[in-house]
């Protein structure tokens, strides 16, 4: 379950596919299952994503399926933010029936709930206070909120009543921080909609109106007193239902921070098939234990190259029916069928980062040449695919010293002696002839010969006024990539 309060971030993926992974061993063990992930767009919005912020502010108080969506297509904001999600677990083969908590609230699933609720009120508050220690009883609290009549706002209202048909309630102005009630009075039928239990209550009773068996949840719902001890005594002692099995799992961390959907913080779980094919993104998840937190920092960092490597070794294994734990973290990464064993070679990422940074390289050739064969249909499929994300992680994530970018201008600091000068000098009346590579690359050899500068000197002469390293790919191929106009002025200025 999920409450829809911000675009979802990467680490919301690691529940839903925490459970896909247990749908699908059951699915193998012949045993029969059932998987449904909740959308909460029942929830209040006492939180707004940074994106729309001012221009919904006013709608703070109401049930997220109720706001509007501030993009055209979508009946709510809570529908809008869903929508994202749900895109984004489906992309991950995620196979749960999406339900909103909203619709089957308004079809009257959950009016019997409600209704033990209410009648065990008490005994509600009497676990909150023995479970977590968070409240001593309080005269008059029921465990529901309702849409005011007036207002339509569900997080100010106060329920404080109920004769067994209705509740009395009265629409709060200073309830919340986050919202102002308008002070309304009134009564109102609870069922078919019109309200909603609280978070903990709420839990339990999805668990019974869904027949829910097991359920994981983040490890802060499963400290001592917290949200899964509370939901399970309400489960058993008010429900009557017999609590779901317990598996508390850890997070997932972007760059070692833990991330936030209503404070936009982290990638988002929509971006994450935009930067790794679909196979790889969903192995990020299977690979680790969800008892161990997991980071993973794509940013100046090689963790991507890393996630293929260790992919692929997962991939041999399965190929080679070795290691047994890399077998199953590469069958439930796949998204939709397991592919034949059968021997195959796959490119490596980090090597088609290197070529792709080589100007005028065939990948296919190259490839073909490390094989020592002609690549398949097959491998050629997967080379093409690689090369579009190693050239997306060149140019969004690749840590500087794997990037070779003409910089904007020359490196600050910059000291070159008078025969480095010299030899970039007569280099920009060479870039004025028209050359192949080839040639190009033994006309700087022949330079370096005629004034008997030594050729590694020279060609980090080149690489330092270019790229501000001393080392790069192949000099010619390089060089003729580049601009021509820019590259002979660059070289110009630092022979001055």
């Not at 297509?73 to 529908?79: E, M, P, V, Y």
């Not at 008010?238 to 833990?258: H, R």
């Not at 190009?440 to 004034?451: C, F, G, N, P, V």
Request: glycine letters at 8%.
């Amino acid at each position: 379950m999920k409450t829809p309060s911000g675009y979802a971030h990467v680490g919301s993926l690691r529940g839903p596919i925490i459970h896909s992974l247990i749908f699908r061993a059951l699915k193998d063990a012949k045993v029969e299952a059932k998987f449904s992930f909740i959308i909460n767009d029942f929830d209040p919005a006492d939180e707004l994503p940074p994106e729309f912020k001012e221009e919904l502010k006013e709608y703070l108080g109401l049930p997220l399926c109720k706001v509007p969506s501030p993009i055209k297509g979508f009946d709510s904001l809570g529908s809008l933010l869903a929508d994202d999600f749900n895109r984004a677990m489906k992309d991950l083969g995620v196979e749960a029936e999406i339900k909103s908590s909203w619709e089957m609230y308004k079809e009257g699933r959950f009016d019997g709930v409600i209704k033990e609720a209410l009648n065990k009120a008490e005994k509600i508050q009497d676990i909150y206070q023995k479970v977590s220690g968070s409240k001593k009883r309080e005269k008059g609290w029921l465990p529901l909120q309702v849409i005011c009549e007036k207002c339509g706002k569900l997080g100010t209202t106060r329920v404080y009543e109920w004769d067994g048909n209705e509740v009395s309630y009265k629409c709060e102005p200073n309830l919340v921080a986050w919202a102002s009630g308008c002070g309304y009075e009134g009564k109102i039928s609870p069922f078919g909609g019109n309200g909603k239990l609280p978070w903990k209550v709420d839990w339990a009773a999805h668990w019974k109106v869904l027949g829910v068996t097991i359920e994981g949840a983040g490890k802060d719902h499963a400290s001592a007193g917290g949200s899964y001890d509370i939901a399970f005594a309400i489960c058993e002692e008010v429900f009557k239902y017999p609590q779901p099995y317990k598996l508390p799992y850890e997070f997932l961390l972007i760059g070692g921070k833990k991330m936030s959907s209503s404070k936009g913080l982290g990638l988002k779980a929509h971006d994450l098939t935009d930067i790794l094919p679909c196979d790889l993104a969903r192995f990020l998840f299977t690979r680790s234990d969800y008892r161990e937190q997991t980071n993973f920092d794509p940013v100046d960092s090689m963790a991507i190259p890393d996630l293929f490597d260790e992919y692929d070794r997962a991939w041999q294994a399965y190929i080679n029916g070795s290691k047994e734990d890399l077998v199953r973290a590469f069958e439930l990464s796949q998204i939709k069928d397991i592919p034949a064993k059968k021997k195959l070679f796959l490119p490596r990422f980090r090597d088609i980062a290197n070529y792709l940074e080589q100007p005028n390289v065939n990948l296919v050739d190259k490839f073909e040449e490390v094989k020592g064969s002609g690549l398949n249909e097959e491998e050629k499929k997967i080379l093409t695919k690689r090369e579009k994300y190693a050239r997306i992680w060149l140019e969004r994530f690749a840590p500087g010293e794997v990037k070779y970018e003409m910089l904007d201008k020359l490196p600050d600091g910059l000291e070159l002696d008078d025969m480095e000068r010299q030899f970039l000098g007569k280099l920009s009346a060479l870039m004025e002839k028209e050359s192949s590579a080839e040639a190009l690359q033994q006309a700087i050899y022949s330079l370096t010969k005629e004034i008997k500068i030594d050729a590694k000197k020279a060609f980090a002469s080149i690489y330092r006024v270019l790229i501000g390293k001393d080392h790069g790919p192949k000099a010619a191929w390089f060089l003729l990539s580049l601009p021509k106009e820019r590259l002979i002025a660059r070289l110009k200025e630092a022979a001055k």
